[in-house]
């Protein structure tokens, strides 16, 4: 049972190359999300999926867009990459959105530099 | 003012001592609370989440929830060194996602 996995994870971009981050569970959760990690700054919502056809955006969305390609699957895409988008990823999911019920499954994230 | 605030550590205690670990949130309507633990280099892990004002207990580890001054413990009994990793605070306050603190630094020493 592998949970919620993330790929790849490990990548070096050069700004203004554009590149996808996979995520995919296999829990039937309804709920995804995407967070970045910088320190000192927690996990800030990028993006997230309530549920299968819906996305919306998190605290810091700029830059990013997102695809809900199924109940499974969520992919974050950076355009055009900054070196201000040099974080760790983390992808997540949850049974449901409200109350946030049981709380999240993350994967194992994304180190991202961009040079 | 930050939505959820955790002092960043290093909190230092001796093996077989109590952690404290501490969060503060702002939202009075929050609804959930949780705890993860993060390893360094891994992600977070969830250990308890509360919803109830009071105290909740699993194991070793205590959440203590307090809405009316808007705070949410978490106690670690009989620490040991392989406790020590970054603790997260989240929040759901009804609206979006999870709302993260930045996380304590805990350090068990041996």
């Known amino acids: 049972n592998a949970g919620v996995t993330q790929t790849p994870k490990f990548q070096v971009l050069k700004t203004g190359q554009s590149m996808t981050l996979q995520c995919a569970q296999d829990m039937n959760h309804n709920s995804m999300y995407w967070y970045r990690q910088d320190p000192g700054m927690g996990l800030r919502l990028i993006y997230y999926s309530a549920s299968e056809g819906t996305t919306d955006k998190g605290e810091v969305p700029n830059g990013y867009n997102v695809s809900r390609l199924n109940k499974r699957e969520f992919s974050l895409r950076l355009e055009s990459a900054a070196p201000s988008q040099t974080s760790v990823y983390f992808c997540a999911s949850s049974e449901n959105a409200g109350r946030a019920n049981y709380g999240y499954t993350f994967g194992s994230g994304t180190r991202l530099t961009v040079v | 003012q930050k939505e959820v605030e955790q002092n960043s550590g290093p909190l230092s205690v001796p093996e077989g001592a109590i952690a404290s670990l501490n969060c503060t949130y702002s939202d009075r309507g929050s609804q959930s609370f949780f705890w993860y633990r993060q390893y360094s280099g891994k992600s977070p892990e969830l250990i308890m989440f509360i919803y109830s004002n009071g105290d909740k207990e699993d194991g070793r580890f205590t959440a203590q929830l307090n809405k009316a001054s808007q705070y949410v413990s978490l106690l670690i009994r009989d620490s040991q060194p392989s406790d020590s990793a970054t603790y997260l605070c989240?929040?759901?306050?009804?609206?979006?996602?999870?709302?993260f603190g930045s996380g304590t630094r805990l350090q068990v020493q041996p």
């Open positions: 989240a929040v759901y306050t009804g609206r979006r996602a999870l709302t």
